[in-house]
């Protein structure tokens, strides 16, 4: 999750901005007219489209109130030539090298856990949000996609691996680990906890602050036209096969994988809240406002002061406790993956070794297709706060490895050096971007060691002009950046993804080629669930709960959908950049 902020309820005038916004497919085309023109042509580029975001796109109805999604015209095709020009020709000369997905910010949430802020909703982005029951289904529609689709839509290529670039848990608690697990390699799996013959959680309690879906209850979600829906928890907390990828996988650690909410550094203070009995629903505002301010600002005092409220408030509610509930540690988190019962399609580990585990060194190099490297690195910061940074060994590791794999690069004056016995194309993925690893705080693991921001990576990275693209999640949103250089060859594309727990809920394909011209392309194609757009309220199937977690997230009315969304830069593109060495 990204950096906390205040959010609000959309309603009047800013429910008329955010229409507006989404009405034209978050692009900057005059008229539906120069839309349709420009679907065309990117579809004429590619080599199918069907279940991409090309084709179609989830849209709303309506302009106020609860709103339904339906079917929409897809996203076009824009080519960006930010960083080299767009020659003509380039589609008949092109050479595919590497196509494949990339998750983020997943976010399986036990909504029953007793470490958890729901009464911080309206101070806190993201704790609390009416779809949350239904992150596990959600997640493994995805994958459904994702194995309907198989290759990319410019190149034809099958996908060589999905990467899931961090949050891959919410609250970094073992059964939503093993719930992430699950979903990726496949298997039954109950997205319940506590006591499994019931729900046990906010959205049964009563409480005007939250949705209680199947209670006839008028609550503030329902008084702006979300709807009563008989056994939707009890549909939520079902058992369920999930097909899993049929690719092999990949993780990045986020900062919700290792701290609690993402934002409080794990102490070890709270383990007994994790696993315990007691859940506090609410709070006076006083403490909920003063609460709010400690986890954005003085982490170590606002678990001290969750504490006392769990003491001393009087909305704790009595829930049945759960060891599977047990905050897990950043070793377990890499054990976890080597187990064979998650292998799956896999690599074993999916990215984590025997050595990642007993060390808790997080970060590693993988290959993506013949002269493609991975590179997934580790931005999280046990200090707590949700932005991240880098450690200097961490820092120093990189660079190895891009020199390892590059055979020119450029020294800290700018002189051109030769050397490396490899030559590969770089991808980076992290969970933080360049804008979000401002968290200098020394990170309790490396006490000593010094933390290094994004500014500093991106320095570094644009002396390696073999590095072409960073890939990462956090914000939400779907913002691409060109990182620019006076060298050509020195600039790279950084590519940020939306969540899929939050709307639009996109994962991206991304597929590299070479023109043939002295230039790469990266084609990136956002992609929704294989859920339907159109909800049946009366439909608590697992099909029918997949829809309604898409509907639901567009309705959160404390969200920012038209600012997650991004534009018609940050959706389907084309991205340019000059061919290392040319």
């Not at 060194?361 to 932005?387: C, P």
């Not at 697992?542 to 991004?566: C, M, Q």
Request: glycine residues 10%; proline residues 5%; aromatic residues 8%.
């Amino acid at each position: 999750m990204s950096a906390i902020s205040r959010r609000r309820f959309i309603g009047g005038a800013s429910a008329v901005a955010a229409t507006a916004a989404l009405s034209l497919a978050g692009g900057t085309f005059a008229s539906a007219t120069e839309r349709d023109r420009a679907l065309a042509a990117g579809a004429a580029r590619a080599v199918r489209i069907g279940g991409t975001t090309l084709e179609q796109v989830a849209t709303p109805t309506g302009t106020t109130g609860y709103r339904r999604l339906l079917a929409g015209p897809g996203w076009p095709l824009v080519v960006r030539p930010d960083l080299a020009a767009a020659a003509p020709g380039r589609d008949d000369r092109r050479t595919a090298l590497a196509s494949f997905v990339q998750f983020t910010d997943l976010h399986l949430v036990d909504s029953e856990s007793p470490t958890r802020f729901e009464y911080l909703a309206r101070w806190l982005d993201g704790a609390y949000r009416p779809q949350e029951t239904l992150t596990v289904r959600g997640a493994s529609s995805l994958v459904e996609r994702v194995n309907s689709l198989a290759t990319g839509p410019y190149t034809g290529l099958p996908f060589s691996l999905v990467m899931a670039t961090g949050d891959n848990t919410d609250n970094h608690e073992q059964i939503e680990l093993d719930w992430y697990l699950s979903v990726m390699s496949g298997g039954q799996l109950t997205p319940n906890s506590g006591d499994p013959s019931r729900y046990e959680g906010v959205q049964n309690s009563g409480a005007a602050a939250y949705w209680n879906p199947e209670l006839s209850y008028q609550d503030s979600y329902k008084a702006v036209g979300f709807p009563e829906i008989p056994g939707f928890l009890t549909g939520a907390g079902r058992p369920f096969d999930a097909p899993g990828l049929r690719v092999p996988w990949y993780t990045t650690v986020g900062n919700h994988d290792d701290s609690i909410e993402g934002t409080l550094p794990d102490l070890g203070l709270l383990g007994s809240v994790y696993t315990g009995d007691r859940k506090l629903e609410g709070c006076d505002d006083a403490d909920a406002a003063k609460l709010a301010t400690l986890l954005q600002h003085d982490p170590a005092s606002a678990v001290l002061l969750l504490g006392r409220l769990l003491s001393d408030a009087d909305a704790v509610r009595h829930v049945t406790p759960d060891e599977r509930r047990r905050p897990f540690t950043v070793k377990e988190f890499a054990k976890a993956h080597l187990n064979p019962a998650y292998t799956g399609p896999g690599p074993v580990g999916h990215g984590f070794t025997a050595d990642a585990a007993a060390s808790g060194t997080l970060y590693y190099t993988f290959r993506i297709a013949d002269g493609v490297l991975g590179v997934s690195l580790d931005t999280t910061n046990a200090a707590g706060w949700a932005d991240g940074s880098i450690g200097t060994a961490q820092l120093g590791w990189l660079e190895q490895q891009l020199q390892s794999h590059s055979d020119h690069w450029y020294d800290t004056d700018g002189h051109l050096v030769r050397g490396g016995a490899g030559n590969d194309l770089i991808v980076l993925f992290s969970h933080h971007t360049s804008s979000t690893m401002g968290n200098l705080l020394p990170d309790p693991r490396h006490l000593f060691e010094k933390r290094h921001n994004g500014t500093e990576l991106v320095t570094l990275l644009q002396r390696y002009p073999n590095v072409v693209a960073w890939v990462n999640g956090h914000t939400h949103q779907n913002r691409i950046t060109a990182h620019g250089h006076a060298v050509a060859e020195r600039a790279f594309w950084e590519i940020n993804t939306a969540s899929h727990i939050d709307y639009p809920q996109h994962a991206r394909i991304i597929e590299i080629v070479d023109n043939g011209d002295g230039t790469l392309s990266l084609f990136t194609t956002l992609i929704e669930s294989a859920a339907r757009y159109a909800t049946d309220f009366a439909d608590t199937s697992d099909a029918g709960l997949a829809a309604l977690y898409r509907e639901l997230s567009f309705n959160d009315p404390y969200a920012t959908p038209a600012v997650k969304l991004g534009t018609a830069l940050d959706h389907n593109t084309e991205l340019l950049l000059a061919k290392p060495g040319h």
